[in-house]
């Protein structure tokens, strides 16, 4: 090997935060107080100066490298100021999922040794119910908790005031070069089968991926932009934007609690995004709820976490003129891995065809599919098997978690079954937790919801897998009508048999008032299974 005369300098986290706030000392950071209140701006100078006295804060509290400290928040600037703060101090930013359930919650604060929690005063009720099972915690700092008094009154003992605790410090903290392998941030899986696992993220790997996701085949993040963070900060680090964007100075609009359509709708047209990111939920929601709204401002929503329905797309771009990009990825890939953006050539007369596939891999990632046996499988769009990655932002074990089963030959396996394509792309027919073996062929759930959401009178389809005598499994669909319209479940398997193959239609359906969600806003086909089970839905057989 020849040595190369590059530097050895460590990728570090407050490189891109001295970068974003200098170079874009201008750029803003914007936050929603809701319709009748006045945005709240700030400029990313501004946030670097109160990310330094963050860091002097939570140094004064003895926090040190390595030391974890959770983030209990909405989307807002204070939690983008302990997005940049914490990890350039080197210690390790760990963002608390705010729906776990109170099992979850305290299992993840007490496994990650969590030091000090900053959170805002309107989730205290939350934490309140746990704080006494709680460990390792020594601090919190609440924001807009009011006086000592009105703190106290949280029921999280005595707590810090965020602002005093900051105004106590100086600007310019002195940042050190931390190694960049040390971890910077972690997040726990929402854990639907047994308790979270952790994902402890490198100042490399969290590096690295924000520069994947400036990309043009990222998200193409620039100074022009202005992003509108709907996904959680909690979810996989809001997906790399906060990072990302701080580094290209491109602004961001946070919506804190006001995450439904109306509001939304309110601070798009106020603050006029060109980019976004949420999950199908969020934007079937808008579309119902808003659909009159002016999201034009709007280039590139970015959807992702589960699959996209085509019809959602097809009515963002009828309704809205906005262009929904699907992208997959997971907690474990930091998340960015595939982006479904249309190929250069050969696009065909269906552009949809290829903007339904989850994503197509990016550069960075390597992926493979494999076999039950663990052979690789070709990539030629047909074979099926379970998606591996592997990479520099991929997690190649779980935090003090030493099984393994999640990994192979130096692979993460995703869990995900589907297929790839010559070009890259990758189409997800299920998660191998969720999928439907009929007479011991698949049958995949996720091409069955996207085609019963092409139905108008349909505003949420979740299909399952249930126990059937002949077949061992077969699927069910559960169906949420759009508020005025009907339809009965033999038009619907009317609708969908010219659409997919006779085997896979369901002979079991089910009309609900709503699909149980999970943490962040998937449907949660475990519990439409247990309800089923526990004979709790009012079940119609057809067929
Ligand atoms: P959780 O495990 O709580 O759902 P993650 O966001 O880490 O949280 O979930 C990652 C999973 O979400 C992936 O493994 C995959 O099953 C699913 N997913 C993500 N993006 C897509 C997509 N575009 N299409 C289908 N499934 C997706």
């Known amino acids: 090997m020849i040595k190369s005369t590059m530097q050895d300098f460590p990728l570090n986290i407050s490189q891109l935060v001295r ?34 006295q963050l860091a002097g804060a939570l140094a004064a509290l003895g926090v040190g490298e390595g030391d974890r400290v959770g983030t209990f928040m909405w989307n807002n600037q204070r939690h983008l100021e302990a997005y940049f703060a914490i990890p350039s101090m080197g210690a390790v930013l760990h963002t608390l999922n705010i729906r776990l359930f109170p099992e979850q919650l305290s299992y993840v604060i007490n496994h990650a ?68 392998l040390a971890a910077a941030a972690m997040c726990y899986t929402s854990g639907t089968t047994g308790n979270p696992k952790g994902v402890a993220y490198s100042q490399r790997s969290t590096y690295l991926h924000s520069m ?68 199908p939920t969020v ?10 709204a002016d999201l034009s401002s709007l280039r590139l929503v970015l959807c992702g976490g589960s699959a996209v329905p085509r019809s959602l797309m097809e009515a963002y771009d009828e309704n809205f003129g906005v262009t929904v990009v699907q992208a997959w990825g997971m907690t474990e890939t930091s998340p960015l891995a595939a982006i479904a953006r249309l190929p250069k050539h050969d696009v065909g007369d269906d552009p949809y065809a290829w903007r339904v596939r989850s994503g197509r891999v990016i550069a960075g990632v390597d992926l493979r599919i494999c076999d039950e046996e663990g052979n690789e499988l070709p990539w030629d769009g047909e074979a099926q098997g379970e998606i591996e990655v592997r990479g520099p932002w991929i997690t190649g074990s779980y935090y003090l978690d030493p099984t393994d089963e999640k990994f192979h030959d130096g692979w993460l396996r995703t869990g995900d079954v589907g297929s790839v394509d010559a070009k890259g792309y990758i189409q997800i027919s299920d998660r191998s937790k969720d999928v439907i073996k009929s007479g011991g062929e698949w049958i995949s759930s996720v091409d069955l919801e996207n085609t019963l959401m092409g139905h108008a009178a349909v505003l949420e389809a979740a299909v399952v897998g249930v126990p059937d005598d002949r077949w061992d499994e077969r699927p069910m669909a559960c169906v949420v009508l759009a508020e005025g319209k009907s339809a009965t479940a033999a038009e619907l398997n009317d609708y969908l048999s010219d659409k997919v193959a006779k085997w896979w239609l369901p002979e079991r359906w089910a009309f609900i008032e709503e699909v149980p969600k999970t943490s962040v806003g998937k449907f949660s086909k475990k519990d439409l299974r247990q309800a089923y089970a526990d004979g709790d839905l009012n079940v119609e057989a057809i067929g």
């Open 19 to 52: 970068h974003g706030r200098t170079v874009h000392a201008d750029s803003e950071i914007i936050t929603y107080h809701g319709p009748d209140a006045e945005l709240q701006r700030s400029t990313f100078a501004e946030v670097g100066d109160r990310a330094d």
């Open 113 to 180: 040794e969590d030091k000090v929690i900053i959170i805002d005063a309107s989730l205290a009720p939350l934490l309140a119910r746990v704080r006494d099972e709680l460990t390792t915690v020594e601090h919190i700092l609440v924001c807009d908790g009011g006086d000592a008094d009105a703190r106290r009154e949280l029921g999280l003992g005595e707590t810090l005031d965020y602002e005093e605790s900051i105004e106590a410090q100086e600007t310019g903290y002195a940042y050190p070069v931390v190694d960049e």
């Open 212 to 279: 994947a996701v400036q990309t043009m085949q990222g998200v193409q993040v620039g100074e022009d932009d202005r992003i509108l963070l709907i996904v959680p900060q909690f979810h996989a680090n809001a997906w790399g934007m906060p990072y990302a964007a701080w580094a290209a100075g491109c602004d961001l609009v946070m919506p804190q609690q006001f995450l439904q359509a109306a509001p939304l709708a309110d601070l798009i047209e106020k603050t006029k995004p060109t980019i976004s990111g949420a999950v």
């Open 283 to 292: 934007l079937t929601d808008v579309l119902h709820n808003a659909s009159d």
